[in-house]
Structure formats: C-alpha cells, structure tokens
C-alpha cells in the first residue's frame, strides 16, 4: 500500500487544487469568474492555487480582452493532463486495494 501513496502526486492533495484540475480536464478554458464560482472560494484562495499550479507547468494562463474588459481563461496543458491522470490512477489503486 505504501507504493500507491508514494504514488500520489502532492500538488493535487489540496481539494481546491483538486477542484481546479478536475474542472480543467473537462473543459477547454475556463476562466477565473467560473472556477471561482463553481468552487465556491475568494478570488486570493483561488489565485494563489492557480499561481502554484502555473508554477508547476501544469496549466496554461489566456489573457485577452472581452470587449473592453480584461478576461484570464485557464486551460490544463499535456503535462498537467499526465499528471492529474497518474495522480487519479494512483488513487483508485489505493481504493481498490482497501477494498
């Protein structure tokens, strides 16, 4: 069992960070109005998650404008992607081996 711990990725044992990835994954964009609102956090919770996943090459940052307003947009990059997918693996191995 220690293995499948060992396994699981450190970046994604926050909930929010966890929240975020998994809305990415399913998403093409999503910018930072719908991920704060569906995750229901501040906007300085959900920047700070954001920067420390930006750091870690996992997502991709899109700033433009929307008409004269400026809109930051969120997307989960390859990297991102392997990672959230070896994170998840290694979780249901450690649900199936608990069971």
């Known amino acids: ?18 929240g975020i990835m998994s809305i990415l994954m ?21 920047a700070s998650h954001l920067t420390a996943l930006e750091k870690l090459q996992y997502i991709e940052v899109k700033k433009q404008f929307v008409g004269k307003k400026p809109n930051t947009s969120y997307s989960v990059n390859n990297m991102g992607k392997i990672a959230f997918g070896e994170h998840l693996n290694a979780l249901e191995q450690l649900i199936k081996r608990s069971a």
């Open 26 to 46: 399913v998403n093409e964009f999503v910018d930072f109005g719908t991920l704060k609102q569906q995750l229901q956090i501040t906007d300085g919770n959900l």
């Open 1 to 18: 069992m220690k293995n499948c711990i060992e396994q699981l990725n450190k970046a994604f044992e926050s909930r929010v960070r966890l």
